[in-house]
């Protein structure tokens, strides 16, 4: 088992940027592939972006190609979101999630296909 717990959110104005940061401990970090997801209220959580085990691949959801840049260190089992350019739509609680499974094509995307999840961190972003 792996725990999960994300930091770095908060308030920032619309074209700013934020470091989320999600800490693993248990289990062997590289033992995972990881994720953000996002979810906004009164809407449907979100796939943000992926990362392969060995971080050699990233996933990205169109929304936020070219602006968030995921990455993780395997020595210092953390996983990080940069976001720039921030905007409003971009509000959200964000959760790391992890998966022990054999990752495919649109799996990435699917968050039944992860198995943990950490609690979450909230980002607003101010217009």
């Known amino acids: 088992q792996v725990q999960l717990v994300e930091s770095g959110g908060g308030l920032v104005q619309a074209g700013g940027s934020l470091r989320l940061s999600c800490a693993a401990s248990?289990?062997?970090?590289?033992?995972?592939?990881m994720a953000w997801f996002r979810q906004a209220p009164g809407k449907e959580r979100e796939f943000v972006a992926a990362?392969?085990?060995?971080?050699?691949?990233?996933y990205y959801a169109d929304s936020v190609k070219g602006r968030f840049t995921i990455s993780r260190d395997n020595a210092k089992s953390t996983m990080y979101l940069q976001m720039n350019s921030l905007n409003p739509e971009d509000s959200a609680v964000y959760y790391c999630?992890?998966?022990?499974?054999?990752?495919?094509?649109?799996?990435?995307?699917?968050?039944?296909?992860?198995?943990?999840w950490g609690r979450g961190t909230q980002v607003t972003v101010s217009s």
């Open positions: 990362i392969t085990r060995s971080g050699g691949t990233t």
């Open positions: 999630a992890a998966s022990t499974r054999s990752m495919f094509g649109n799996t990435w995307y699917r968050g039944d296909r992860y198995d943990y």
């Open positions: 248990g289990r062997t970090f590289s033992d995972y592939a």
